[in-house]
């Protein structure tokens, strides 16, 4: 009987040793069990975000937990890099590499690479690294302040729809733009990170984001699904919040967010939501803005957010247009662009209480569904609607 007790202490104290040293010399183990030969490390190609003040944000997703770099230059001998660091420790150790390359030339183009070194070993005095990939080398052009022309698509209202931003793609196939806004309810609903970044990797892929910058604005439906939160952090906001301005040559764009379609109160958030705050602190915001050089001194004034302040119906929740509506008709605005009704609609000035012209895209049918052309060529705004099948909805100068 007491050998018996002596050998389960004896077993319990070489569990316990053997559990401190796994610890203590914890592996993060591939996905592949010992061996990445047959995985690559890249989930997805690098894509372009942000490419406002001399910088941009270049992200990309792995497999496994790496170590992740850009490397650029203004040939496609590269010679820089970049890295994301945190209080002098680079980011490592991770599959979202979200890294902005600073200080750069308007207007010159850059060519880059995506680099990842897998993370074999992370433990507190030792660090362990396996294979090394390196994406392919791409380029862009970053805007010119002082360009007049610019040619950017605008989509909304996709609703992770392949087929119809395939379709829609197909109409514009030869249109060489500059930039692509999502305007909102195109990664609908999101259930985690995989079901997320499903259609973000499609969609950058049908529009080139690896060498096109692409701008992602917040509709009703990102801020829905359990990883609603979880899209904030793949997103590279301007300003570092869900709205904000930025100037594309001397065309100042102004970028809101509405919020949800139903008040904060309403029992399926949960009491989780407090859009009245946000839409308040975009009141504040605008109205610095009106005063703003970069707003008072741009050629043109687009306005884009996906939930219309002028056009929804009469019982539909609109805070928005008592909050803002005063103000943005005080502001000279050359053209605004929403979507969230499904119904492609063009509202002339004072149609509806609105003294600068409102364009509504259309939703994910096939009858429904359009792209948008917007271009600037010297001092002419130009706005093309087309729908599914190559219909022009509307083309004319703003």
Known sequence: MKINKINKVLFLVFFLTAQLISAKNFTAKP?????????????????????????????????????????????????????????????????????????????????????????????????????????????????????????????????????????????????????????????????????????????????????????????????????????????DYVGGQTFGAFNWGDTRFVLLDCGEDKPDSHPVYGGLNNFEELRNTQVDFLKAERKNKAFTQAEKRVLIHHIPIHGLGKKSYAPCTELWSGILNDSKISLAINGHTHRFAYHKPAKRDNNYPVVIGGGYKDTDATVMILSKTGKTLNLKVLAYDGKVLLDDNF
Not at 55 to 75: Q, R
Not at 100 to 116: D, E, I, V
Not at 226 to 235: C, E, K, P, Q, T
């Open 31 to 235: 996905i592949a069990e010992d061996s990445t030969q047959h995985q690559s490390l890249f989930k997805t190609q690098p894509f372009l975000q942000n490419p406002i003040g001399g910088a941009v944000t270049i992200s990309f997703f792995t497999n496994l937990p790496t170590h992740g770099w850009i490397e650029f230059g203004t040939n496609k001998e590269l010679g820089q890099k970049a890295v994301t660091s945190i209080g002098g420790q680079t980011v490592a150790n991770v599959k979202h590499h979200k890294i902005r390359l600073k200080n750069l030339q308007p207007g010159a183009t850059y060519f880059y690479r995506a680099c990842s070194r897998e993370v074999l070993n992370y433990a507190a005095y030792k660090k362990e690294f396996g294979k090394v990939e390196y994406s392919e080398t791409f380029s862009f052009t970053l805007p010119d302040n002082e360009s007049e022309d610019f040619t950017a698509l605008i989509f909304n209202d996709l609703h992770k729809k392949r087929r119809t931003l395939h379709s829609l793609m197909a109409q514009v196939k030869d249109v060489d733009y500059d930039f692509v806004i999502y305007n909102g309810d195109c990664i609908d609903d999101p259930v985690n990170e995989e079901h997320a970044l499903e259609f973000i990797t499609y969609s950058n892929e049908q529009v080139n984001a690896a060498e096109k910058p692409v701008f992602y604005l917040r509709g009703n439906h990102e801020i829905r699904g359990a990883y609603s939160v979880g899209l904030n952090d793949i997103f």
